[in-house]
């Protein structure tokens, strides 16, 4: 079963900062997604990339998978307070339909 | 609005009882998994279906068991709870096509006295 790894595993910044966050492994992934999960909820599916080098945008975040495709980041410009929650990144190998899942970046934003 | 519903968000138990989780989709989906989420150690799949009356086992099974008589319902069961499965619950469903996305339900936060 692969590793992953997220990083920084806390994250406390003001609203309107930008931040990166990161997801790696030693793996190579057929595909990779980003989650978000608030308190009490479950994860929600952010984006899902699959071509080595893709970058998505969804609105202020935006998300790259490595060119390797062992690798992703999630950049968000001018955070919010409705940005708060767990940042999971989960890593499928090739083209199963099990994701294996990292342990999260939990961010908080300041108002 | 699709959803995946988990049948309780909070419950406690005693230590030996037998518990079940119930989990329902309403989106037709083929693949339904169980997740158990601990502080640090991330999302680790207890099992999984593809398909009705089908189980795998994941990472953790051991002191699971899971059920799947009906396509929309995944059932997870722990044979004789022990304070080490407290935790938080997650049931989640996909379609059958590689690298789809999951759909999860709120969860079910169990803890066992």
């Known amino acids: 079963t692969q590793l992953l790894e997220q990083s920084p595993q806390f994250l406390s910044i003001q609203e309107g900062e930008n931040l990166t966050v990161y997801c790696n492994s030693s793996?190579?992934?057929?595909?990779l997604q980003w989650y978000r999960q608030e308190p009490g909820e479950g994860p929600v599916l952010l984006v899902t990339?699959?071509?080595?080098?893709e970058v998505k945008k969804l609105k202020r975040l935006t998300f790259q998978f490595g060119d390797a495709r062992k690798d992703s980041s999630l950049h968000i410009t001018a955070a919010q307070p409705g940005d708060t929650g767990l940042y999971l990144c989960?890593?499928?190998?090739?083209?199963?339909?099990?994701?294996?899942f990292g342990p999260g970046t939990r961010l908080s934003v300041l108002p | 609005d699709v959803k995946v519903t988990q049948s309780s968000r909070y419950l406690v138990k005693r230590t030996g009882e037998k518990v079940f989780l119930e989990c329902v989709q309403d989106?037709?989906?083929?693949?339904m998994f169980w997740y158990r989420q601990d502080p640090g150690l991330g999302l680790r799949l207890i099992y999984f279906?593809?398909?009705?009356?089908?189980?795998e086992k994941g990472d953790i099974p051991e002191g699971y068991s899971v059920s799947r008589e009906k396509k929309e319902r995944f059932s997870l069961i722990l044979e004789s709870a022990s304070t080490n499965q407290t935790s938080m619950y997650l049931c989640a469903s996909s379609i059958r096509t590689a690298g789809y996305g999951y759909t999860f339900g709120s969860g079910t936060r169990l803890t066992v006295v």
């Open positions: 989106m037709d989906h083929e693949n």
């Open positions: 793996s190579v992934f057929s595909s």
């Open positions: 279906s593809y398909d009705v009356k089908m189980k």
């Open positions: 990339v699959v071509t080595g080098g």
């Open positions: 989960a890593g499928a190998e090739n083209y199963g339909q099990n994701f294996v």
